[in-house]
C-alpha cells in the first residue's frame, strides 16, 4: 500500500488540505483549482502536487480539483468519517485547557475520558468530560476501545503512565510532556514541546534564517 | 554563516540536545559519548553527528564530548545566555495554561506580558504576569523589547492581531490558532496545530507506518 511510505512531513499536511476541502465544500463550491488551494494553505504547488502523488491520481492537471471528491478522499485517508475516542491523562494547567479546546477541524476525534490522581476532580465531569482515577484508566481504555491517548502529566511521572498507557494497549501517544518518553515499536510517539517551539523561533530569529516558515 | 543554513528539523533537535547538556551538566558530567547522547535524546548517532556538523567542529570522535563546552555552545546558538521576553496575546484557556507553563528547559525565555480584551482580567496580574488591554500592545512591544508573540486570540481574530503584532514590530509569532495567518516575509510564523497534531497521529496509526516518531 503506497500509504505506508508517505513522508512524515506530507502527512503533517493532510490536514490542512482537509480542514480547507471541508471549507469549500461547506460554501458550496465545486472545483478548486491547485493555485487557490496553494494560497490558501500556504503551501507552495509544487510540494502540494508532489504530496497529493503519493496518493496517485487525485484530479486532472488544468482542471482543478473536485471539492467534493478530494474531500472525501481525505476524510477516508485522515479516518476522519470515523469517530475516534481519545484519552486525555493528566487534568492540570494544560491538561483542563486541552479538555476545553475545540477540535474544530474535526467532527470526528473526541476526548471520551480523562484520568487523574487529584480526589477534587476525579469521579466528576468536566467540561462534559468525566474524569476517571488512575486505577480504571485499563478498563475504561478497553471499554471505550480507545487507541490514543494525549500525554499532559508531570514530567518526572510520565514514563510510568507510558508503560502503564501501553499495557492498556494505547497505540498512539501525543506526548505534551517535556521527557523523551520510550515504548514498544508498535506504539507511535507524537512529541508536542513548547519550549522546544520557542526555542526553535528564539534561534531561527537570530541566525536571520529564510528558512521556509509554513509548518511541516 | 553556517549556520543560516541549517534544516528546520536539525534547529527543532538543537533545544533537545541543549536540555540533556544541561541536565548532565547539573549532574556534574565532564564527558558525555555519543551513543550515551542518542539514547538520551532518541535520536540515531548518524543525524546527531550530521547535526553537529552544521557547527562545524565540536568533539572529537571516539573521545566524546566535552558536557561544558558543548552546553554552553548550545546556550549561545539558542540565545539561552540572554533573556528573551515573549508576549502572549489571548488569556483565554490555552492562553491561561501557557501563562501557567514552565518553560522546563529555559531560564531565559519569560512571558513578560499577556494581552486580553476580556474587561475581568485586563489590568490585573494572571500568574504572575500582567495582563494588559490590546489597546497598550504597541507601547508594551516596544518598552519591553519583545520580538516574540504566542498567539492564543480566537482563529476569526487571528489575522487582525496578527497584522497589529507587525505593525508593533513582532518578529517572530508562535500561533497556536488553527488560522494559516500571514505576515511579511521578514517575520517568522511558526504554527502549533494541536488538531493535526491529532489526526496526524490517526493517520499514522491506521496506516500502519513504521515512519520515524521521534518529533521532527
Redesign the interface.
Known amino acids: 500500500?503506497k500509504?505506508?511510505?508517505?513522508p512524515?512531513?506530507t502527512?503533517?499536511r493532510?490536514?490542512?488540505y482537509?480542514?480547507y476541502l471541508r471549507i469549500l465544500n461547506n460554501a458550496g463550491k465545486k472545483k478548486v483549482s491547485s493555485t487557490e488551494l496553494s494560497e490558501?494553505?500556504?503551501v507552495d504547488s509544487a510540494t502540494i502536487r508532489r504530496d497529493f502523488s503519493y496518493f496517485g491520481e487525485l484530479g486532472k492537471r488544468g482542471y482543478g480539483y473536485d471539492v467534493q471528491d478530494l474531500m472525501q478522499f481525505f476524510a477516508k485517508?485522515?479516518?476522519?468519517d470515523q469517530m475516534?475516542n481519545?484519552a486525555l491523562i493528566g487534568v492540570g494547567?494544560?491538561g483542563?485547557?486541552?479538555l476545553?479546546?475545540k477540535?474544530?477541524?474535526?467532527n470526528s476525534?473526541r476526548v471520551s475520558a480523562a484520568f487523574d490522581v487529584n480526589p477534587d476532580i476525579v469521579g466528576r465531569i468536566v467540561d462534559g468530560i468525566p474524569v476517571y482515577p488512575m486505577t480504571d484508566m485499563k478498563e475504561q481504555i478497553a471499554i471505550q476501545q480507545i487507541?490514543?491517548a494525549?500525554l499532559t502529566v508531570p514530567?518526572q511521572r510520565s514514563q510510568d503512565v507510558v508503560n502503564e498507557l501501553v499495557a492498556a494497549g494505547i497505540?498512539?501517544i501525543?506526548n505534551f510532556t517535556?521527557a523523551?518518553i520510550?515504548a514498544p515499536?508498535d506504539v507511535?510517539?507524537?512529541?508536542?514541546?513548547?519550549?522546544?517551539?520557542?526555542?526553535?523561533?528564539?534561534?531561527?530569529?537570530?541566525?536571520?534564517?529564510?528558512?521556509?516558515?509554513?509548518?511541516?
Chains 1, 2 share one sequence.
Open positions: 500500500m500509504e505506508n511510505q508517505i512524515k512531513a502527512a503533517k493532510l490536514p490542512l482537509y480542514r490558501a494553505v500556504q485517508t485522515l479516518n476522519d475516534t481519545v494547567n494544560l483542563s485547557a486541552l476545553k479546546y477540535f474544530h477541524q474535526s476525534i487507541d490514543i494525549i514530567a497505540k498512539g501525543l517535556p523523551r520510550t515499536s507511535l510517539i507524537q512529541n508536542v514541546d513548547l519550549t522546544n517551539e520557542l526555542q526553535t523561533l528564539i534561534y531561527f530569529l537570530h541566525s536571520g534564517s529564510e528558512e521556509e516558515t509554513v509548518a511541516e
